[in-house]
């Protein structure tokens, strides 16, 4: 079946670098999400890509869909302690189909 | 926006027993609500599809006599994991699709069910 591979695993940063994570998988999707999961709850969406190239910013946050499809990076700047969580990606192989997502890069900032 | 309830957020039972976890689409009509599974430090898995009014489709590997899912009206999908073992504790995590061809920003999550089995 379909894998996204995310790396890194884990982060641990001081407060105002940057970050980047990165996924890939061996198949191609239509659509590229990144997620936010905190403690207890459920994922919460934080930038969804449909082109492939495409490049998207939600303030701090910057995305791109790979050209080949089959990848995507989040980076993070600036990083602040509320930034921490685990972060996803997520891939769509369809309009309206199932998400796949990848392992999670678990974020720790240090003030 | 979408705001989606999953009731309760925590529940601890014995083995053996069953447990139903509520998923609620608040403020819209959900056609398709997704069942998902996330061990700790690990990814959310799909369990099961459910559309509204007819049976669940299961990811491979899924027991679907285990997990009972009944998703009978538009704002209201059920999750019951039935007898349930230790191995069975983990954390499930709804999530609702306003319409198919809904974008994903049409999914909602809801804030996860932690199931601990003694």
């Known amino acids: 079946g379909q894998q996204l591979n995310q790396s890194p695993q884990s982060m641990f940063i001081q407060e105002g670098e940057d970050v980047s994570m990165n996924c890939t998988s061996s198949s191609i999707f239509n659509t590229w999400l990144w997620y936010k999961q905190e403690p207890g709850e459920g994922p919460v969406l934080l930038i969804a890509l449909y082109k492939a190239g495409e490049l998207t910013s939600n303030g701090r946050l910057t995305a791109q869909f790979g050209i080949t499809r089959k990848d995507s990076f989040l980076n993070i700047s600036a990083s602040i302690p509320s930034d921490v969580g685990i972060y996803f990606c997520a891939g769509q192989l369809g309009q309206g189909g199932k998400l796949i997502f990848g392992q999670g890069t678990e974020l720790s900032v240090k003030p | 926006g979408a705001v989606v309830s999953q009731h309760p957020s925590w529940v601890i039972c014995k083995s053996g027993t069953s447990v139903k976890i509520e998923c609620r689409s608040l403020?819209?009509?959900?056609?398709?609500m997704f069942w998902y599974r996330q061990f700790p430090k690990q990814s959310l898995m799909l369990m099961a599809t459910?559309?509204?009014?007819?049976?669940?489709?299961?990811e491979q590997g899924v027991e679907k006599d285990k997990f009972l899912i009944n998703h009978a009206s538009l704002t209201l999908s059920t999750l019951t994991v039935t007898s349930a073992h230790p191995e069975d504790s983990s954390f499930y995590i709804c999530?609702?699709?306003?319409?198919?061809?809904?974008?994903?920003?049409?999914?909602?999550f809801g804030s996860g069910t932690r199931l601990t089995v003694v």
């Open positions: 999530s609702a699709r306003m319409s198919y061809g809904s974008r994903p920003e049409g999914y909602t």
């Open positions: 403020d819209f009509q959900a056609t398709t």
């Open positions: 459910s559309n509204e009014g007819s049976k669940a489709t299961y």
